[in-house]
């Protein structure tokens, strides 16, 4: 089955700020045909990369990740803004468009060795999955694969990943 999901996801204008055109993805979240058809093929595209565990990205990328994780059957872990895991973890800063933030993973969330997939629900820039694939390799597990519902062409973070097995579900330009 195939579906544009571009035809679904809902353009929001001067959203968070004048200029900005948000994809919002609750739209997509509210046609379970939609939603069903993303986790399908996530789990079709990275099904033979011998994934152990799906790490998703706050907090878009637990929508995704977790029911992906499930349909696997594999494990499912966070990585959080700061202050919101309980446990020993680790931190990786990144840089934005005016200043600096952090993402933070529990230590014991991937396993040496283990392979991993990464899940979020947009690539803009490129920083927080960046930051997030710092956390995997700190770890010392392998980022096998990485999946966005949607990629934002014009920012050009997919430069960012070009090391690694990128799946988007769709491609929609930054400024439509």
């Known amino acids: 089955m195939t579906m544009d999901l571009t035809k679904i996801i809902r353009n929001v204008p001067d959203f968070p700020k004048e200029g900005i055109q948000f994809k919002d993805i609750s739209t997509v979240l509210q046609n379970p045909e939609a939603f069903k058809f993303c986790i399908d093929q996530f789990a079709e595209k990275f099904k033979d990369l011998g994934i152990t565990t799906i790490l998703g990205a706050e907090s878009r990328g637990f929508i995704f990740g977790a029911p992906l994780a499930h349909k696997m059957g594999i494990a499912f872990s966070m990585i959080r803004k700061p202050g919101k895991l309980p446990y020993d973890k680790i931190s990786q800063s990144y840089e934005l468009e005016y200043g600096t933030d952090s993402i933070e993973i529990h230590t014991d969330a991937v396993k040496e060795g283990e392979k991993v997939l990464l899940v979020d629900d947009l690539l803009a820039t490129g920083g ?16 096998a694969g990485v999946g966005f519902v949607i990629e934002l062409l014009g920012l050009d973070g997919i430069e960012k990943l070009k090391d690694y097995n990128v799946v988007s579900l769709c491609q929609i330009e930054v400024d439509e």
């Open 128 to 143: 927080t999955i960046e930051a997030c694939i710092k956390l995997v390799e700190k770890l010392g597990a392998e980022v």
